[in-house]
């Protein structure tokens, strides 16, 4: 599976941004799809998830801020961010997690920059 994600941009604090994240095959199933974020010199961090049935999960510093969503007839993943501040810059990547026979296989899409300034 090839994940293509897409919406980087520079944006002012307090400003929205809507990035996606598109699969190279149908993502309906048992799986969950997630977006990471990683700042420059830090780790990968998780921010949020979303299952296949919906279910939603979100990082407390993003809670409230950003939305996930996923559109299975578009095989489309998208986090929706509002209200942005300095410290959501960095590159965001979204991931794929399969549940298979032998356990859990991760795809990961190139990472997306994103850049609010103060």
């Known amino acids: 599976v090839q994940l293509q994600a897409s919406g980087r941009g520079l944006v002012q604090a307090g400003g929205s941004l809507r990035l996606s994240c598109a699969a190279s095959?149908?993502?309906?199933?048992?799986?969950?799809m997630a977006w990471y974020r990683q700042a420059p010199g830090k780790q990968r961090d998780l921010v949020a998830t979303?299952?296949?049935?919906?279910?939603?999960n979100y990082a407390g510093s993003v809670k409230g801020r950003f939305t996930i969503s996923r559109d299975n007839t578009k095989n489309t993943v998208y986090l929706q961010m509002n209200t942005l501040k300095p410290e959501d810059t960095a590159v965001y990547y979204c991931?794929?997690?399969?549940?298979?026979?032998?356990?859990?296989?991760?795809?990961w899409g190139q990472g997306t920059l994103v850049t609010v300034s103060s």
């Open positions: 979303i299952t296949g049935s919906g279910s939603t």
């Open positions: 095959e149908s993502i309906f199933g048992f799986n969950v």
């Open positions: 991931n794929l997690r399969k549940f298979v026979a032998t356990g859990t296989r991760d795809y």
